[in-house]
């Protein structure tokens, strides 16, 4: 059963940081790449960031190019997103992702498996 649980949330003030890590089980991990998606309040899921099978390729969405990035630790089965420079704008739920492929997608339908969330909260 391929399970993948999310840690590190919060609330933070804008222009802090926080470091969102999902632990992965249940698959092979260095077989495929991972992905960050968000959900805002009545908002659909989006794309935030992606990274291959061996971390050699990322992929981000524009809106956090600068501030964001996502890198990973096959030896722990581990995937993280370092978040700079937060705004009230990144307010969200979360999502770790583990893709059908080994190559960055940034697509939610190429995804097989999702995490269950961690709220992060950005206030102004």
């Known amino acids: 059963q391929v399970q993948l649980v999310e840690s590190g949330g919060g609330l933070v003030q804008a222009g802090g940081s926080l470091r969102l890590s999902c632990a992965a089980s249940?698959?092979?991990?260095?077989?495929?790449?991972m992905g960050w998606f968000r959900q805002a309040p009545g908002k659909e899921r989006e794309f935030v960031a992606a990274?291959?099978?061996?971390?050699?390729?990322?992929s981000y969405a524009d809106s956090v190019k600068g501030r964001f990035t996502i890198f990973r630790d096959n030896a722990k089965n581990t995937v993280f997103l370092q978040m700079n420079s937060l705004k009230p704008e990144d307010t969200a739920v979360y999502y770790c992702?583990?893709?059908?492929?080994?190559?960055?997608?940034?697509?939610?339908?190429?995804?097989?498996?999702w995490g269950q969330g961690t709220q992060v909260t950005v206030s102004s």
């Open positions: 992702a583990s893709a059908r492929t080994r190559v960055v997608v940034t697509l939610p339908y190429v995804y097989a498996y």
């Open positions: 249940g698959r092979t991990f260095t077989n495929y790449a």
């Open positions: 990274i291959n099978w061996n971390g050699g390729s990322t």
